[in-house]
């Protein structure tokens, strides 16, 4: 037999740790801090509520407990501590979740691979993927800072007007022009070349040669919302007499880092890491174009500013941004590329019931102008946003020579097709008679050409998404909600030890404590212990107050009611045998049935 301490060693040797890490990385990483970094909380009693980020709804029904560290969806079902929330939120497994808090707890890892319950999670694929892109991050900043060779893009920044904070504050760096600089970095660091290109910072060619992805470039690291690095935007140096190279992305202004398995385009924004808080405080996210503009203003205090990650806005970076606000304000270039940016963007927004507004620029090309002209520019530019469509309605009838029946014509087969896709039926009436006023047109005629409109399937709420999931609050029965109670105040499991109350099959571990009369919650898996959790948040969400004598009132009421059921239940149970026995002529049977239910009732 192997005993606890050889056990203790060989899973020292061998590179484990046992679960006091895990604890204390938990301890660390309070659980409403970090949601409240994903989500906008609301107090709810003792616990705080927030719109489920697992599926689509409109009332809140995802709890969180800070005394137990713990979150339920009682819509979806999805529940768990600290380290599952950032698992299903950053699409991590256990180890690199729990890597990613502990470096937000400044706690170093003691080991590789962790022994958490009765398995064994191991750094993977990701965790190197991670590493890699945070080293190269650190490389280039460090090289943007000290090398004479990056004067180039110093030069660069200060034209731009970022100051030295704000280089440090976004880690922006440099990228040498060379062809293995970064590789060679890496391979010294124990990297492969096959992870270098799989993490997206280099690059083979046709031939199978493998060289950096970025050559004589500025750098902006992309991060999660956790502030960790998954990518980069680089941005060429443009010097006067030196040739851009073309193999560096056929000499594209930016290049972007290609997808892996830490980086999705489509759902990371860039400078959220940042943002969120600010976000939240305001209840407005502003999405511009460019890192410059996002950078721009942070630095001109307007920290509450994204922008999208290399890629044409997605719905799945709404959704992102909707759980920190209630409002969205898009602000993209005045140019005709900027312009086309956003009616695809409103359309999109206004199909999944998404509150949108526009910010413009005018009479300069983008956010980085207009603050570098005034910063006062900006504050009065947000105060002026209009509603996505009114905006985009005055945009056409502000184009329009005159206002005369083709002008009309023309504005409402541009806006009808939008209105048509408009989630909103409130939304949508309200923007026919809009458009009615502004066209000075009946609304019937517009209702009768609505319905001809064609809709692009893109932005269509058939393929959109738009509807939530038509998901209700879970109703607890009688045993559940005692289960609740006494996982809440496990001092009550006393008054119920002697009951014989059927509690479902599933919690049988806490039902056999509590028939024991002690509860001992360490000894509940954390699966079951968070299902648990979520019984006692609902339990308790109804009552006027959580302290321990009201819960014990509301305790006893329901045992009451189960007694009182179980009686009535037997009372029909000998009414209908005594029928039967009547029914049969057995005069013996009835009774025998009457005596006993006569000493039954005593």
Same mark, same amino acid.
């Given at each position: ?6 056990? *203790? ?13 895990v604890?204390?990385?938990k ?23 927030a719109n ?25 079902g999805?529940?768990?501590?600290v ?6 939120m ?5 180890y690199?979740?729990l890597k ?7 706690i170093?890892?003691?080991?590789? *691979?962790?022994?958490?319950g ?11 993927? &991670? ?18 060779k ?5 030069k ?6 970022l ?6 504050n976004?880690?922006?760096g ?6 293995? &600089?970064?590789?060679?970095?890496l ?21 199978g040669k ?17 502030g960790?690095?998954? #990518?980069?935007t680089?941005r ?5 007499g030196?040739d ?5 992305g ?11 398995a830490?980086?999705?385009?489509g ?8 943002a969120?808080m ?21 630095? #001109?205090g307007f920290?509450?500013v ?7 806005l ?6 992102i941004?909707?759980?920190?606000? *209630? ?22 927004a ?6 949108t507004?526009?910010?413009t ?7 980085? =102008? ?7 520019n900006?504050? !009065?530019?947000v105060?002026?946003a ?23 014509k023309? $504005? ?8 048509k ?6 939304? !949508? =009436?309200?923007y026919?008679?809009?458009?009615s ?7 019937q005629?517009? $209702?009768? #050409?609505?319905?001809?409109a !064609? ?8 393929n ?40 479902p099959?599933k919690?049988?571990p806490?039902s ?11 000894k509940?898996? *954390? =699966?079951l ?15 006027d107050?959580?302290?321990?004598e009201? $819960? ?9 009611r ?19 026995a009547?029914?049969?002529g057995?005069?013996?049977?009835v009774k025998k049935?009457?005596?006993e239910?006569?000493d039954l009732?005593?």
């Amino acid at each position: 037999m192997i005993n606890n301490f050889v056990l *203790s060693y060989v899973f020292a040797f061998s590179g484990y740790f046992m679960t006091d890490q895990v604890q204390e990385i938990k301890d660390h990483n309070d659980i409403v801090e970090i949601i409240g970094g994903y989500l906008t909380l609301k107090k709810a009693g003792i616990n705080y509520k927030a719109n489920c980020p697992f599926h689509s709804e409109k009332t809140p029904s995802f709890m969180i407990n800070p005394e137990r560290q713990s979150y339920k969806c009682f819509g979806c079902g999805e529940g768990g501590d600290v380290i599952t929330f950032v698992e299903k939120m950053e699409g991590l497994d256990f180890y690199n979740a729990l890597k990613l808090l502990a470096e937000k707890a400044g706690i170093t890892l003691k080991s590789n *691979s962790i022994q958490h319950g009765a398995s064994v999670h191991s750094a993977d694929k990701k965790t190197r993927l &991670f590493e890699i892109n945070e080293w190269a991050a650190k490389v280039y900043n460090k090289l943007l800072t000290d090398h004479p060779k990056a004067e180039a893009a110093r030069k660069y920044l200060d034209k731009r007007g970022l100051s030295a904070d704000t280089i440090k504050n976004f880690n922006i760096g440099y990228a040498p022009d060379s062809w293995d &600089f970064m590789l060679r970095f890496l391979i010294s660091k124990k990297y492969t070349e096959a992870e270098a290109v799989e993490a997206g910072v280099a690059i083979r060619s046709e031939k199978g040669k493998i060289y950096d992805r970025f050559r004589g470039r500025v750098m902006f690291p992309i991060s999660n919302p956790m502030g960790t690095t998954v #990518a980069f935007t680089a941005r060429i140096l443009e010097i006067p007499g030196k040739d851009t190279d073309p193999s560096a992305g056929g000499g594209a202004k930016y290049l972007n880092s290609s997808e892996s398995a830490i980086y999705s385009k489509g759902k990371i924004i860039y400078g959220l890491d940042r943002a969120k808080m600010a976000i939240k405080d305001a209840d407005l996210a502003i999405m511009v174009e460019g890192n410059m503009d996002v950078i721009a203003c942070h630095q #001109a205090g307007f920290k509450n500013v994204v922008a999208t990650s290399g890629t044409a806005l997605t719905l799945d970076q709404l959704k992102i941004l909707i759980r920190y606000a *209630s409002a969205i304000a898009f602000c993209f270039d005045t140019d005709t590329a900027g312009q086309t940016a956003m009616k695809r963007a409103v359309r999109i927004a206004l199909a999944n019931d998404i509150t949108t507004k526009i910010i413009t620029t005018a009479p300069y090309k983008d956010a980085d =102008e207009a603050i570098k002209a005034d910063s006062n520019n900006w504050s !009065k530019m947000v105060k002026a946003a209009k509603p996505s469509l009114e905006y985009w309605i005055g945009q056409l009838v502000a184009q329009s020579e005159k206002l005369d029946v083709d002008a009309k014509k023309k $504005i409402a087969k541009e806006i009808l097709p939008v209105i048509k896709i408009i989630a909103s039926e409130i939304e !949508k =009436e309200y923007y026919i008679k809009y458009l009615s006023d502004v066209l000075s047109v009946s609304e019937q005629s517009l $209702i009768d #050409a609505l319905s001809k409109a !064609k809709t692009d399937a893109e932005f269509s709420r058939r393929n959109s998404a738009s509807e939530p999931a038509k998901t209700e609050q879970k109703r607890l029965s009688r045993p559940e909600k005692i289960l609740g109670f006494v996982w809440a105040e496990p001092e009550l499991a006393k008054i119920i030890s002697a009951e014989i109350i059927k509690f479902p099959d599933k919690y049988e571990p806490l039902s056999g404590q509590i028939k024991a009369g002690k509860i001992e919650r360490d000894k509940i898996l *954390s =699966e079951l212990a968070a299902d648990l959790d979520g019984l006692s948040m609902l339990a308790l969400k109804d009552l006027d107050s959580n302290d321990s004598e009201i $819960i014990e009132i509301e305790l006893r009421y329901l045992i009451g009611r189960i007694k009182s059921d179980e009686h009535e239940q037997t009372k029909s149970d000998f009414a209908h045998r005594i029928s039967r026995a009547e029914t049969a002529g057995d005069k013996e049977m009835v009774k025998k049935l009457l005596k006993e239910f006569s000493d039954l009732i005593k």
